[in-house]
């Protein structure tokens, strides 16, 4: 945090050094705003395609990354990437929280 209390995009207080610190010890402003910036940036370097929890984005970016598929705008019904020859994926996927011990899924939607 800045002088001026804006975000300059470090933890305030002092928490230098190789690592961010002891993220417990940071007030819950500062975590949240440490989500923020790392949101901005995932999406300025596009990994990240919206707002929501990284999860399904950063799955489809590396799903399309590793097969060679094009991303379709976010908007797209029914799938997320096609391929060279115009096949169409939906990719799916789901953080497993440590706390939580569902396996229920998401419905796959639009399939043709």
């Not at 370097?45 to 590396?62: C, H, K, Q, V």
């Amino acid at each position: 945090m800045s002088d001026t209390g804006k975000w300059d995009g470090s933890p305030s207080g002092d928490r230098t050094g190789s690592a961010l610190g002891d993220i417990g010890s940071w007030t819950d402003q500062e975590v949240f705003r440490l989500w923020v910036s790392a949101m901005m940036e995932l999406r300025k370097r596009e990994i990240l395609r919206s707002f929501n929890t990284p999860t399904g984005d950063y799955a489809e970016w590396l799903v399309a990354n590793d097969l060679g598929l094009t991303l379709e705008n976010t908007s797209a019904a029914g799938h997320d990437a096609v391929d060279s020859e115009g096949t169409r994926y939906q990719i799916k996927a789901r953080w497993l929280a440590p706390s939580r011990s569902s396996r229920q899924l998401s419905i796959i939607r639009n399939l043709d």
